[in-house]
């Protein structure tokens, strides 16, 4: 394998991880085209790229429009990490700008892949005040804020659990839907706080799909249709998981 060939390889492979963490960090299938082209191009190369939900196929192509790479890499289920998909973009400036080299970029990967997350604790803590922030917002009290706190973090921390023991993703949506709105529903139906609906409505807004919506969207704006669709279709499950944790609520208290 001559040095051409070679670097052209270990591009690809670079190029492949880095579409991959992109995708499983929950950014558009157009900002991944963008970053992906701009790496190459600072990189000498010049790509064709196969964009879907699961899957990354991208082909390295030199000056001279002479085929040397082309691999394909399945990506892992989408776990949202705005920190990888900002870093990444940084990075793909610098080497666009002739800063960086492939191994800087290599080093680079690796050290956002490691930064730690937030502790699980603070995470429920936080996502419990917004519960209680959003009750308070539909006219909720003191308490029901309270219920709204405790319904939001009960129901985020069966989830996490869940996810630990690898339930499918919905069931562990359905679950925390379930929870939440089982505490959130006995407050309701014994009439504990001022306006115990508002905390009822409000315990499951942690679990809507926001940012595989909002993707679905702007992908197919711009042209992704396939992808565009599978993430509007994957966002409306999530929402169905979320809908049947609350019906299940709803006829066990009969109201």
Same mark, same amino acid.
């Given at each position: 394998?001559?040095?051409?060939?070679?670097?052209?390889?270990?591009?690809?492979?670079?190029?492949?991880? *880095?579409?991959?963490? #992109?995708?499983?960090?929950?950014?558009?299938? !157009?900002?991944?085209? %963008?970053?992906? /082209? +701009?790496?190459?191009?600072? %990189?000498?190369?010049?790509?064709?790229?196969?964009?879907?939900?699961?899957?990354?196929?991208?082909?390295?192509?030199?000056?001279?429009?002479? !085929?040397?790479?082309?691999? %394909?890499?399945?990506?892992?289920? !989408?776990?949202?990490?705005?920190?990888?998909?900002?870093?990444?973009? +940084?990075?793909?400036?610098? *080497?666009?700008?002739?800063?960086?080299?492939?191994?800087?970029?290599?080093?680079? #990967?690796?050290? #956002?892949?490691? @930064?730690?997350?937030?502790?699980?604790?603070? *995470?429920?803590?936080?996502?419990?005040?917004? =519960?209680?922030?959003?009750?308070? $917002?539909?006219?909720?009290? @003191? $308490?029901?804020?309270?219920?709204?706190?405790?319904?939001?973090?009960?129901? #985020?921390?069966?989830?996490?659990?869940?996810?630990?023991?690898?339930?499918?993703?919905?069931?562990? *949506?359905?679950?925390?839907?379930?929870?939440?709105? @089982?505490?959130?529903?006995?407050? /309701?139906?014994?009439?504990?706080?001022?306006?115990?609906?508002?905390?009822?409505?409000?315990?499951? %807004?942690?679990?809507?799909?926001?940012?595989?919506? &909002?993707?679905?969207?702007?992908?197919?704006?711009? =042209?992704? &249709?396939?992808?565009?669709?599978?993430?509007?279709?994957?966002?409306? &499950? $999530?929402?169905?998981?979320?809908?049947?944790?609350?019906?299940?609520?709803?006829? @066990?208290?009969?109201?």
């Amino acid at each position: 394998m001559n040095e051409e060939t070679s670097n052209a390889s270990e591009v690809g492979s670079i190029l492949l991880d *880095v579409g991959a963490a #992109l995708m499983s960090s929950g950014a558009s299938t !157009h900002r991944t085209r %963008l970053t992906l /082209e +701009r790496l190459a191009s600072g %990189l000498g190369f010049k790509i064709e790229l196969l964009i879907t939900q699961r899957a990354l196929m991208v082909t390295v192509i030199d000056k001279d429009q002479e !085929h040397f790479f082309s691999r %394909l890499k399945r990506t892992s289920p !989408h776990k949202i990490n705005f920190k990888i998909v900002s870093g990444v973009s +940084r990075m793909s400036w610098r *080497v666009f700008d002739g800063e960086w080299n492939i191994e800087q970029v290599a080093a680079e #990967l690796r050290r #956002l892949k490691k @930064l730690p997350h937030y502790s699980q604790w603070l *995470v429920l803590s936080t996502v419990g005040l917004a =519960g209680a922030a959003f009750c308070h $917002i539909f006219g909720g009290g @003191l $308490i029901d804020m309270a219920v709204a706190f405790t319904a939001t973090f009960s129901g #985020l921390f069966v989830r996490q659990q869940a996810t630990l023991k690898k339930f499918n993703p919905y069931v562990c *949506v359905f679950f925390a839907a379930l929870t939440a709105s @089982l505490i959130a529903g006995f407050a /309701e139906f014994f009439n504990f706080g001022n306006h115990p609906d508002a905390a009822f409505s409000t315990s499951v %807004l942690f679990l809507v799909p926001g940012v595989p919506l &909002i993707n679905s969207v702007t992908d197919m704006m711009d =042209g992704n &249709i396939q992808n565009g669709i599978v993430r509007m279709v994957n966002g409306l &499950i $999530i929402a169905f998981a979320i809908a049947m944790g609350v019906f299940t609520v709803r006829i @066990l208290f009969s109201f």
